[in-house]
């Protein structure tokens, strides 16, 4: 068997890491940058640490910020015609995962047109075109959209996410900068946060994993786990975890896929507006009981790098059950709900067949169906 692993061909991490963003623009030769941002980060002054920099250099940009928390089709769209109007050649996306996902659709559309349908984007694409280079500058610490290859768009007139996995469209440059992060309200730090944990043990226990993509999750696990509190305390070392340990888990993950968590949380986030990470989080713990079963040895050691003691004193019922319980501690410690309110009975069979059309669900380690997922979501009431 062959194993893939793509990596974005530079990345900065540090305090203060987003002055290297002018340093690679001209190094590349870009002329002008389509800015993609969303309006909080502009009302906030965020995107404006990155447009000060351009501005001092003296490098042309315009702003696009119809951004929504779950990018839409409509944001795609408008996202092409913004690059098309300003005559830009990069993009230089500032945000979650929800600026850096819009950036990449856009960037997939203007290089490979016969795909201005978004919808045509869906699963793996055969699109034959590296996408508009990007430089992906994230201010949350949970997508690691900015080292993968994936990107999720909300279909509103549908009700369901889709994602799309493709290598054509990873940043070509990731600024990793904590203090781009700083402004995070502890609720987003939670949500986003928890998401990383889920990548990181989704992608550790996947069907696809293998020992290069389990030493990313593993340690992804660890530094996640003893710095997710901090950083909701907003304390700077906590920060600096959580900004390198959601990059390491995405190093990971984009390359091996994820489970059904995921695939059950982007349908939460398609019906209700559930946040993303906060789905994840809620979903979590559950699908990791659903899923025990099928994953060997593994919970040991995702207990171990949680920093649950003994573990090789442990049987094997006992640590998977620490792994499940360090898991649903950690997540109530930053304040992350267990149930969802918004849940409704009548809901479930849309809910369950949209999970199992999703894209993640065949990467879970134990072959699910939708009345198994009915019955996982039920779990949330």
Not at 23 to 34: M, P, Q, R, V
Request: negative net charge; aromatic residues 6%; contains cysteine.
């Amino acid at each position: 068997m062959v194993n893939r692993i793509m990596l974005n061909e530079t990345s900065y991490h540090g305090a203060g890491a987003i002055a290297e963003i002018a340093t690679e623009a001209k190094a590349h030769g870009f002329k002008k940058a389509l800015v993609c941002s969303d309006p909080d980060l502009i009302k906030f002054n965020v995107t404006k640490k990155v447009t000060d920099i351009l501005d001092k250099e003296g490098l042309d940009y315009e702003i696009y910020s119809k951004i929504k928390a779950n990018p839409t089709i409509e944001n795609v769209k408008e996202g092409v015609a913004a690059f098309k109007a300003a005559g830009a050649d990069y993009i230089i996306a500032i945000g979650g995962g929800s600026s850096m996902d819009t950036s990449k659709a856009i960037g997939i559309i203007i290089a490979n047109p016969e795909f201005e349908d978004v919808r045509s984007l869906e699963g793996t694409a055969p699109t034959k075109n590296p996408c508009v280079p990007i430089i992906a500058v994230p201010t949350t610490a949970g997508t690691a959209a900015e080292v993968t290859i994936n990107y999720v768009i909300t279909d509103v007139e549908r009700k369901r996410k889709f994602v799309c996995v493709d290598p054509h469209d990873m940043p070509i440059i990731a600024i990793v900068d904590p203090d781009m992060m700083a402004t995070m309200p502890k609720g987003l730090t939670a949500a986003t946060g928890m998401d990383a944990l889920t990548h990181a043990i989704e992608g550790y226990i996947t069907k696809a994993a293998w020992e290069m993509t389990d030493m990313f999750h593993l340690k992804a696990i660890e530094i996640i786990s003893r710095s997710l509190r901090d950083a909701v305390a907003n304390k700077q070392e906590g920060r600096e975890g959580m900004a390198l340990g959601q990059y390491i888990a995405g190093m990971g993950f984009s390359n091996v896929g994820l489970g059904i968590a995921h695939s059950m949380a982007h349908t939460l986030g398609a019906v209700y507006d559930t946040p993303h990470g906060v789905a994840c989080a809620m979903m979590l713990p559950i699908v990791m009981e659903y899923n025990q079963e099928c994953t060997g040895e593994k919970y040991r050691e995702i207990a171990r790098a949680m920093g649950v003691a003994n573990v090789d004193s442990m049987s094997q019922e006992e640590y998977r059950k620490a792994a499940i319980d360090a898991v649903r501690k950690l997540s109530a410690d930053v304040g992350i709900p267990a149930k969802l309110d918004a849940l409704k009975e009548e809901d479930l069979d849309f809910l369950a067949e949209s999970a199992f059309a999703d894209a993640c669900c065949p990467g879970n380690p134990k072959d699910t169906n939708v009345e198994d997922l009915k019955a996982l979501f039920r779990k949330l009431m």
